[in-house]
T-cell receptor, first 111, second 115 residues
Framework: RKEVEQDPGPFNVPEGATVAFNCTYS??????FFWYRQDCRKEPKLLMS???SGNEDGRFTAQLNRASQYISLLIRDSKLSDSATYLC????????????FGKGTHLIIQP | DAGVIQSPRHEVTEMGQEVTLRCKPI?????LFWYRQTMMRGLELLIY????????DSGMPEDRFSAKMPNASFSTLKIQPSEPRDSAVYFC?????????????FGPGTRLTVL
């Protein structure tokens, strides 16, 4: 089983719709979770950290389910500018030894 | 702040040649990471430094790869000799504080093509 798994997509979603995707991780010792966004031919940038209680940032909501070992990202009222690849990142600790990136989920928002 | 700076942005070389990629982290950041990204394997951590000291190089694929960080403001990733399968985008990233907990700031990447 891969350490961090994501559905590669692409997810084709009409503008204004709500879209959600998950990321599963295999290491139960994982402590930190993030969603990064990567535009085509650009570098990854942090979208949001994922906290145990779940957290929201505008149209974006991230949740963590430790029991089932997955994190999720929900995007409401999707915009054309949300089109990108979303990378799930999981870390086991303070250093970067257990830092693992998923391969990403490709999202396309259609007008 | 200028952000993480990488050079060159694009590199095309022939198999067997030496390639040197350069990175200047954000001032004040004490962690520096080198990643490689391909369609097949995604983003892979190659090596990371803390306070200029290499901490974990288990992601470095072969002895052909080496990385140095002579000071807090400069790091290099060298491939010698290069092979076509090394073709990828190489990212450098830096962060302040605990490398596994905090936001990583990525450079624009170096797109390497080995013919």
């Amino acid at each position: 089983r891969k350490e961090v798994e994501q559905d590669p997509g692409p997810f084709n979603v009409p503008e204004g719709a709500t879209v959600a995707f998950n990321c599963t991780y295999s290491n139960s010792a994982s402590q930190s979770f993030f969603w990064y966004r990567q535009d085509c031919r650009k570098e990854p940038k942090l979208l949001m950290s994922v906290y145990s209680s779940g957290n929201e940032d505008g149209r974006f909501t991230a949740q963590l389910n430790r029991a089932s070992q997955y994190i999720s990202l929900l995007i409401r009222d999707s915009k054309l500018s949300d089109s990108a690849t979303y990378l799930c990142v999981v870390s086991t600790g303070g250093g970067a030894d257990g830092l693992t990136f998923g391969k990403g989920t490709h999202l396309i928002i259609q007008p | 702040d200028a952000g993480v700076i990488q050079s060159p942005r694009h590199e095309v070389t022939e198999m067997g040649q030496e390639v040197t990629l350069r990175c200047k982290p954000i001032s004040g950041h004490d962690y520096l990471f080198w990643y490689r990204q391909t369609m097949m394997r995604g983003l892979e951590l190659l090596i990371y430094f803390n306070n200029n000291v290499p901490i974990d190089d288990s992601g470095m694929p072969e002895d052909r790869f080496s990385a140095k960080m002579p000071n807090a403001s400069f790091s290099t990733l060298k491939i010698q000799p290069s092979e076509p399968r090394d073709s990828a985008v190489y990212f450098c990233a830096s962060t302040r504080g605990s490398g596994g907990y905090n936001e990583q700031f990525f450079g624009p990447g170096t797109r390497l093509t080995v013919l």
